[in-house]
């Protein structure tokens, strides 16, 4: 999910008479941009550092290696994430996060210090089992095999998910957001796969996330940011929402993490 975020300043002087514009396409008014996780799942928790980039600038935003973050539980002990490479930072060996609990960041980068925070929400249960349907070809969808999974919505008051689907456990395509607001608690439903038709020999996974609101909300932005450049009547895209405090662009989210896994036989 990571993007790269453009920062753009324009110097512009309106004048009855031919001037040259000067558009200030540097690096001036860089903005740190915090993206990062804790997980249930062991050694998957990380936060990674950049700064913006600017407008004409094709390679990758410049990455941030000498700050100083920390991960706290609750009021715990912090824990330490170090530098591992091109700007990621990860916590020793073994670090889980554990449901029910909320987890701060701090981020310190040349002396100016960033925070955030997020609760750990717990996940719905999913059964361990996928089911597949063969289906024919249906309009704009081929003929292959409808994958559905059976969950149990047992999370009350309403509860954010997020999950990914895909083939080949790419997890490149099936953004999926939704909350428990409209399910029945504690009642198994079943889901199918939407716009999904893997063939025989495909491996297919599914990747769910427990996510707290704020994070809910960031997604949705952003996806409404990538659904395509705005038309002449539309908002240029901004800045998604964020909650990092201090002046920093991203986010940081806390999640339980369930995985299923089939091959469509």
Known sequence: MKKIIYTLVLAVVFSACEEKIDLDLSFAGQKPVIEGRVTTETDSSYIQLSYTAPYNSNGKPPVIT????EVTKDNGTPVIFNHVANGIYKPAAGYLGEKNHTYNLKVVIDGKEYTASSKLEPMFSVDDTLIQVFKPKEGFLDEGYAITFWGTYDQAPVKNYW????????LEEGDVLFDNSDIELNKRSAFELPFFRPQKGDSVMLYFRSIDVYAF?????LSNLNSGAPGPFQAP????PTNIKGGALGF?????VVRRWKIVN
């Open 237 to 240: 895209p901004a800045n998604p």
């Open 163 to 170: 999950f990914k689907y895909g083939k080949n456990d790419t």
């Open 252 to 256: 940081f989210y806390a999640a339980d």
């Open 217 to 221: 909300n960031y997604l949705v932005a």
């Open 66 to 69: 000498t700050a100083v973050v």
